[in-house]
């Protein structure tokens, strides 16, 4: 019972706070909006036991993403500005399409039919979750642990180039 | 699996959750709200990836991988984003995605 | 894996010299990569062991060899022609990065090729595009680079979200995301049609079919000349190459179905492709819109779904490599030396540069698809395999779309060649690693369709759909 | 067994002269790149009429049959264990004969080029341009396999464009270098695909195992139908499409006329000797296919011919322009050799339409060639391609005058000039085998010696024009090949062709037929005649007469009268109502509505460039729709 209830929770908190982040017109609101919904999806994680997820989710993502995001919100707008809302053609088609989706996509989930494995559930400690990071087996993740890492590595430099503003020339006038 | 809740609550949550993130990546104006969309999308997937490993296959850990995985791959996006969308704001002094349609037809 | 971890050394000994090298010396960064990939691509081609590692997360044969191999020219040839362009001013301070980000997403292709299950498929996907995006946006003020770059990054996110709620679906209802158990028990209840269909999608967007092409052309004119064409042709060769396994290998179990996509996309694809490509007067607008549509064609030799299919895809990519990467090698050149890249700017380029003009007109015959050049062949594998898979209308559609891209194929020949130009860009020499690239190109368009043991080669290797 | 393995150097010689004069063209005198062309083409002709020696006269046991040899072959494609596409050369009657047509008209072309060229912007890509024309057209004929045809088909396409469109600048040549290029390429997607359904029915690409009587190709032909015809039929149909294109045929002929653009050698070698003659080529070449196992094709074949040779004979009268009825005329007369295929019969006497095809073309190239070559020197001297400017010419250019009058009888079919020849066994098998097309033919002779006697008493006769110089001949360089190709126009018509080219490799006796000839000989008189009426005249020498002899004031009154209604019949009628408004359909509706597909493209193209909006929501839009869309089909239409 007490599960169901977190759940409820949990789950308004995601889809109530998802709405608001793609319709406050505050900018800095929907970032705050955001980092609702991440860590009420990292409850849910604990809830289902995964623990070192719900810790990557919120580290990473809650912690390290939407600060990001916040960041660059400062940067880039003032607090008090409002978004521009789109026209309403666009809104009207964009509700239609997504909502169109969605309800496609529920109904074909709701119409299949999910068979559990019927192998015995293993358990998902620190330990195994360690285990198999680390395992070149079949059902170890090594490979993408250390692809993963070229990734970042690349995503980094990446971002430095973008972003790094040159020495030189005519760029003195911006205020960063 | 949590005593008395279906598989199906948690889908209902993550689908209504990737398309309120589609809609919102096709609606707002501004660029950082249609990167905070597309976080919404990944963290719906990392949703039913985490939901049907521990529902349907507990006995490894390829769901939860995953979403380990689509996490650090959000982050890259994130970070590769914000500094595009900065190196926007310096040329433009917007980010408003209105701006960026100088290319076209 | 020899081909990844030498790679990783690679892109890791870039990095370390250019920590190393005083700020006076950095420009012997360029001649240093270059030789090392060149290094590269060679040892490429020695023989391989065939099979899977990391519990079949990763395999490799000689099939999955080939093909990085084929990437690995045109990246040579892109990182030749790139040489000019980077000892602008502008780009002194990044050569290192530019080379560092161009080889990691190199080797994102080369895991996505060689994966063997859907999360190294994915991580391929990402590390092969995020850092693109990068690139794209490389040039500080322009604004059309930084708009190609946020495009580039935002809808490629869009498809890759979608693509993995698919994928997140595939493994709800088999249960792995190894390709083998997926492979054994994908049917096709509605959901598995649904989420196949986003799969589809994601991929669809990287080899820009339409209608998830529309970034395409947008990315294409604003990133860097080399950015473009390092994009529209080892980006969509990779995912050309992934998607034919991908289907023949794993849904090989709903084959009719997605046989009945492909149909109704290619139709599409070449068809607005080609109506697009009439009406531009950038070059690489021009060329996006151009590669579309023969990305078009490339879903003629997938839907064949034989051997010889993805034979002709292969044969196919490998020749519209040295074709496009002549086409934009000419366009990177005279984008360098003059910062021109309108059709207009190429009239009269024959009287003062004739050998450029030469080249990209045997590249844009080849592209359309005129014999005796190497881009023939292309389109004749695709055609004969489509045709003896039975789809004659396809085919047909093919010819009518054929005929059309020939007529703006022949608009760049005639700007070069015969429109008068009171002033047409002047007279200029390219470097050398431009020119070696250029040869290479050339050669490469006679070659190819002249060898004849390339095509028995390449069918040796390749493989129809599962049964 | 005599070895031909040289022959492989009568394409190479002028591809490596294409080579070279392309690559160091530029570094040495603009005459010796000339002079290297011509002594290119001459040794490649040198070696192709000794190669016809050898293979008709020289190794030929006389009575037997003359085999297809094949000279030299390379396995270069393996498609799969069946499909094998070699590369290599075929030596036969007709290819043989090709060859000399091919190498002789060539050569000619070249040295007039020399003069008529002179001075000209460009000078050595033109003649490398020509030498690759060259090859390619010698590669067409000597293919042993359709693949390989297919290739250099393609190739012959793609230097011609080069030809008529690189060397004048001006936009009208470069619209008819595009538009030539890509009607004849749509036709030839048609060949490919008729290519792709033979070889996949049969097997096979090899020409001789597809051409050899109770081979797999002919067995095959009772495969599969669709709408009534066999695979072989349609495959065969497609493949004609192709020869159609590239033979200017109706309706896919549009390109030609325009096509006149290009400088004049060039339109004597490509529009009148040897490319458009390719599509009567690739026929006769598939001829056994044709023949015994798809007559329906035939069928096809013969009344598209006689249908182009009638349609373009009309238009031909309406013209001002010399080269535009020199191009129709030859449109007019690669009909006939179609017609004469398509009522052909395989063996024997029963083939009397193919030899009869072969020999016309034979001398259709040497007085074709011929006057295009005297209209090019006409256009040296008076530099106005339009019959208008012209006039009284035959007192300032004697040589081109009487070479030029020469052609004109052998086109019109007057005894003793070699058209006579060959359109008389054209005109006898179509007597035996279809009367209507007959029928036609007979007018089709008529109107041809019509116009072309219209244009030359409109060039040579009629009242001088005042011209701002005075027109001189053209030098030598120029008028000895309009000598030596006169003299083929004289006298090709006496070769024993029944006993060299006939459909089965045997030979057979062929006599003219009186009973055909004479009816024609007087047709092509009258149709003379009428010309000269109508336009020699103007020169006032008919009212001197009449001055003169009053006696004769009558008489000459009656024929004035008579000169009146026919005047009255041909202009007013015929001209009016029949000649113009087919010009017209052929200028605004079959040209018109292949321009109009051309701009139907552009529309489309403008009306959808909004998808393009740049607006990156409104790509996601699409993207998702798209996939909603795609799934909603696949999931519940499907």
């Known amino acids: ?176 | 699996m949590i005593q008395g809740i279906p598989l199906y609550y948690f889908l209902v949550v993550s689908t209504l959750m990737f398309f309120i993130g589609i809609f919102g990546f096709l609606t707002r104006k501004n660029l950082i709200t249609m990167l905070m969309s597309i976080e919404l999308i990944l963290n719906s997937v990392n949703i039913n990836f985490v939901v049907f490993n521990k529902y349907l296959y507990p006995q490894n850990l390829q769901g939860h991988f995953f979403s380990i995985i689509v996490i650090a791959v959000a982050a890259a996006e994130a970070a590769v984003g914000i500094a595009i969308i900065i190196n926007i704001y310096r040329n433009f002094r917007s980010i408003d995605v209105e701006n960026v349609d100088q290319m076209k037809n | 894996m020899r081909h990844e971890l030498l790679l990783t050394a690679l892109a890791l000994v870039v990095l370390i010299i250019d920590l190393m090298l005083k700020p006076g010396q950095k420009n012997a960064i360029i001649p240093i990569t270059i030789i090392l990939f060149a290094l590269h691509t060679i040892a490429g081609f020695l023989p391989a062991q065939p099979g899977e590692l990391f519990g079949s997360m990763y395999r490799t044969d000689a099939l999955h060899v080939m093909m990085k191999n084929i990437l690995n020219v045109g990246v040579l040839i892109i990182l030749l022609q790139s040489v000019t362009w980077l000892h602008k001013d502008e780009n002194r301070e990044k050569m290192a990065e530019y080379f560092i980000i161009l080889l990691s997403t190199l080797i994102g292709m080369y895991f996505m090729i060689s994966s063997g299950d859907f999360l190294m498929f994915y991580l391929g996907l990402e590390l092969a595009t995020v850092p693109m995006t990068a690139l794209a946006a490389y040039r500080h003020h322009e604004t059309k680079s930084a708009e190609a770059g946020i495009k580039l990054l935002l809808s490629s996110a869009l498809s890759s979200g979608i693509l993995l709620f698919g994928l997140s679906l595939v493994y709800g209802s088999t249960g792995s995301i190894y390709y083998n158990d997926v492979a054994a028990s994908f049917s096709q209840t509605p959901m598995q049609v649904l989420a196949f269909i986003f799969f589809f999608a994601g991929m669809a967007f990287k080899i820009s079919l339409v209608p998830f092409h529309l970034w395409t052309a947008d990315v294409y004119e604003g990133s860097p000349v080399n950015v473009t064409s390092y994009l529209s042709v080892i980006s969509k060769g990779a995912a050309s190459f992934i998607l034919i396994i991908i289907l023949y290998i794993v849904f090989h179990s709903i084959t009719f179905l997605w046989k009945d996509l492909v149909y109704i996309i290619a139709i599409l694809t070449m068809t607005i492709g080609n109506l697009f490509a009439l009406r531009q007067k950038n070059m690489k607008r021009f060329l996006a819109f151009s590669s579309i549509a023969q990305a078009g064609f490339i879903l003629l030799g997938i839907i064949a779904g034989s051997k010889t299919g993805m034979t002709s895809v292969i044969y196919f990519v490998l020749v519209y490599i040295f074709s496009n990467l002549g086409a934009f090698g000419v366009v990177s050149a005279i984008s360098n030396a003059t910062g021109k890249e309108n059709m207009d700017d190429y009239d009269g380029l024959y009287h003062t540069n004739p050998k450029l003009s030469l080249l990209m007109m045997l590249s844009v015959f080849s592209l359309a698809g005129i014999p005796p050049v190497a881009g023939f062949f292309g389109k004749f594998f695709l055609f004969t395999s489509a045709a003896s898979a039975g789809y004659y209308w396809l085919v047909f559609i093919a010819v009518l779309n054929a005929t059309i891209s020939l007529y703006y194929y022949l608009l760049v020949v005639k700007a070069m060649f015969i429109n008068k130009n009171e002033a047409p860009i002047a007279s200029f020499k390219s470097d050398m690693a431009t020119r070696i690239a250029l040869i290479m190109c050339t050669l490469g368009l006679f070659a190819i369709g002249f060898w004849g043991q390339l095509y028995e080669l390449i069918n040796n290797l390749s493989i129809g759909i599962l049964n | ?638």
């Open chain 4, 1 to 638: 067994m005599i070895n031909y393995s040289y022959t492989i150097l009568i394409p190479l010689i002028p591809f490596i002269v294409f080579l070279f004069t392309g690559l160091t063209g530029h570094r040495m005198k603009p005459v010796v790149s000339g002079i290297i062309g011509s002594a290119g083409l001459g040794i490649a002709a040198i070696l192709s009429y000794y190669t016809a020696w050898q293979y008709f006269w020289h190794s030929h046991v006389a009575g037997s049959a003359y085999v297809p040899v094949k000279a030299f072959e390379v396995t270069w494609l393996r498609l799969n264990e069946n499909l094998v596409i070699n590369l290599g050369s075929l030596l036969d009657p007709i290819s043989v004969m090709m060859l000399i047509v091919i190498t002789t008209v060539s050569l000619m072309v070249h040295i007039y080029s020399i003069g008529y060229m002179k001075g000209e912007r460009g000078y050595h890509r033109f003649f490398s341009f020509l030498s690759l024309f060259s090859f390619s057209m010698l590669g067409l004929v000597l293919a042993t396999n359709i693949f390989q045809m297919y290739i250099f088909w393609e190739l012959v396409g793609v230097s011609s464009f080069l030809l008529i469109g690189f060397y004048y600048e001006k936009p009208s040549a470069v619209a008819a270098s595009k538009k030539a290029f890509i009607v004849t390429r749509f036709a030839d997607l048609g060949f490919l695909i008729g290519i792709l359904m033979l070889s996949f029915t049969t097997k096979t690409f090899d020409f001789i195992s597809l051409t050899s009587p109770g081979g797999p190709a002919i067995a095959s032909a009772g495969g599969a139908t669709f709408l009534g015809f066999s695979v072989l039929v349609w495959s065969l149909i497609f493949i004609f499409m192709g020869g159609a294109g590239k033979s200017a045929m109706f309706p896919l002929h549009i390109w030609l006329p325009d096509a006149m653009e290009g400088p004049t050698p060039v339109s004597a070698l490509i529009h009148a000797a040897t490319m458009v003659v390719a599509g009567v080529y690739l026929v006769a070449r598939l001829f056994p296919v044709f023949a015994l196992g798809a007559p329906d094709a035939l069928h096809v074949v013969a009344w598209v011919g006689g249908f182009s040779s009638l349609f373009a004979a009309v238009i031909a009268c309406t013209q001002t322009d010399i080269k535009r009825v020199l191009a129709y005329s030859t449109m007019s007369q690669i009909g006939y050799m179609m017609l004469a295929l398509g009522v052909s019969g395989y063996g024997g006497h029963e083939g009397l339409g193919f030899m009869a095809s072969n020999w016309h073309l034979f001398t259709h190239a040497f007085f074709k060639s011929l006057l295009f070559l005297g209209a090019g020197a006409v256009i040296h001297a008076v530099h106005s391609n339009d019959m208008r400017d012209m006039g009284g010419l035959r007192k300032y250019l004697p040589v081109t005058h009487i070479t030029f009058l020469i052609a004109c009888f052998a086109i019109a079919g007057v005894p003793g000039f070699s058209g006579f020849f060959s359109k008389d066994e054209i005109l006898s098998a179509a007597f035996e085998h279809n009367r209507v097309l007959f029928f036609i033919e007979y007018a089709v002779a008529g109107i041809t010696a019509f116009y072309m006697f219209r244009l030359y008493y409109n060039i040579f006769w009629a009242k001088e024009t005042h011209y701002h110089h005075t027109p001189h001949e053209a030098p030598y360089i120029m008028t000895i090949p309009l000598m030596i190709l006169a003299f083929g126009s004289v006298f090709a018509g006496y070769l024993p062709f029944s006993h060299l080219v006939t459909s089965d490799g045997l030979p057979f006796a062929a006599h003219i037929n009186w009973s055909v000839a004479i009816p024609s000989i007087i047709i092509a008189l009258a149709g003379i005649g009428v010309a000269t009426f109508m336009y020699m005249k103007t020169n006032g020498l008919p009212d001197k007469i009449a001055n003169a002899i009053p006696h004769f004031y009558k008489w000459a009154y009656h024929k004035f009268y008579f000169d009146e209604i026919y005047l009255f019949v041909t202009k007013k009628i015929i001209f009016r109502y029949i000649s113009t408004p087919i010009a017209w359909f052929d200028r605004h509706i079959v040209d018109g509505t292949m321009n109009g597909i051309a701009g139907l493209t552009q529309l489309t193209s403008n009306s959808i460039k909004d998808f393009q909006s740049g607006r990156l929501q409104q790509y996601g839009f699409v993207f998702v729709s798209g996939a909603v869309a795609l799934a909603l089909i696949f999931i519940f239409l499907w």
């Open chain 1, 1 to 176: 019972m007490n599960n169901q209830v977190m759940f409820v929770f949990l789950a308004l908190m995601i889809l109530v706070f998802s709405v608001l982040t793609v319709t406050s017109r505050k900018i800095l609101r929907a970032a705050v909006y955001l980092l609702f919904v991440l860590v009420s999806t990292a409850g849910i994680y604990f809830q289902l036991e995964y623990t070192f997820l719900a810790a990557v989710q919120l580290t990473v993502y809650a912690g390290g993403i939407v600060v990001l995001i916040i960041f660059s919100i400062l940067l880039t707008s003032h607090i008090s500005e409002k978004a521009a809302v789109s026209e309403w053609k666009q809104s009207v088609l964009s509700t239609l399409a997504s909502g169109a989706g969605a309800l496609l996509t529920l109904l074909t989930i709701y119409k299949f039919t999910f068979v559990p494995s019927p192998e015995p559930a293993s358990t998902s400690t620190v330990t195994d979750v360690g285990t198999a990071l680390i395992s070149t087996e079949h059902n170890g993740f090594a490979l993408p642990f250390e692809v993963v890492s070229i990734l970042l590595l690349a995503a980094m430099i990446g971002a430095i180039i973008v972003a790094r503003r040159e020495k030189d020339k005519n760029m003195n006038s911006e205020n960063k």
